[in-house]
């Protein structure tokens, strides 16, 4: 596995070694040692999750204000463009955000510690995400950022005269300043 710092500090892009040959592929998508020697940290998932998507669903961008959650992402089957936000007040990182496309054919996998918002765009006609959480969920702690906030200034690769398909929820998610955050 190759761990590859994103320009922003903490989250994390993971290779992991391909072996291939005319049959098809092999690869370790987990590995607690090789994983935490390359973020750095002991890390405990608790929950694996999976949700498939079609071509223009925009989801999230989410977190949970107690019993934060770090995931580490992937995407099984499509392309998706993965964005963290940094929503720690603390940081000096604040409100900065980074994306990066992962499919599955470059089998990248993205490390998004607790403290960060977390969405996806679906580029593919169908995406498979997987993802590993280190909290179980709780819905009395969700909390959504406003996909399109100019404060964020994320650019989703949407397409001319497009709008992504969001749920009622992240259509009426808080923008940052007045979001709920880390402290």
């Not at 397409?159 to 929820?169: A, C, L, N, T």
Request: net charge neutral; glycine share 8%.
């Amino acid at each position: 596995m190759r761990a590859i710092p994103s320009s922003l500090p903490g989250v994390v892009i993971i290779e992991p070694k391909v072996f291939g040959d005319s049959r098809g592929f092999f690869l370790e998508s987990f590995n607690e040692r090789d994983f935490s020697g390359a973020i750095g940290l002991d890390v405990r998932f608790v929950q694996d999750n999976h949700s498939r998507s079609t071509r223009g669903v925009l989801r999230g961008l989410h977190y949970q204000i107690r019993q934060p959650q770090g995931k580490l992402v992937r995407v099984v089957r499509g392309a998706v463009f993965d964005v963290a936000v940094d929503i720690r007040r603390s940081s000096p990182n604040y409100g900065r955000w980074v994306g990066v496309q992962l499919s599955e054919d470059n089998r990248r996998q993205v490390w998004i510690p607790p403290g960060f918002a977390h969405g996806f765009y679906v580029l593919s006609d169908i995406a498979d995400f997987l993802y590993k959480t280190t909290d179980y969920y709780n819905p009395d702690f969700e909390r959504s950022l406003l996909w399109n906030d100019p404060s964020i200034g994320i650019s989703w690769p949407v397409e001319m005269g497009e709008r992504p398909i969001v749920s009622d929820k992240d259509a009426r998610a808080a923008s940052l300043i007045d979001a709920e955050v880390f402290a």
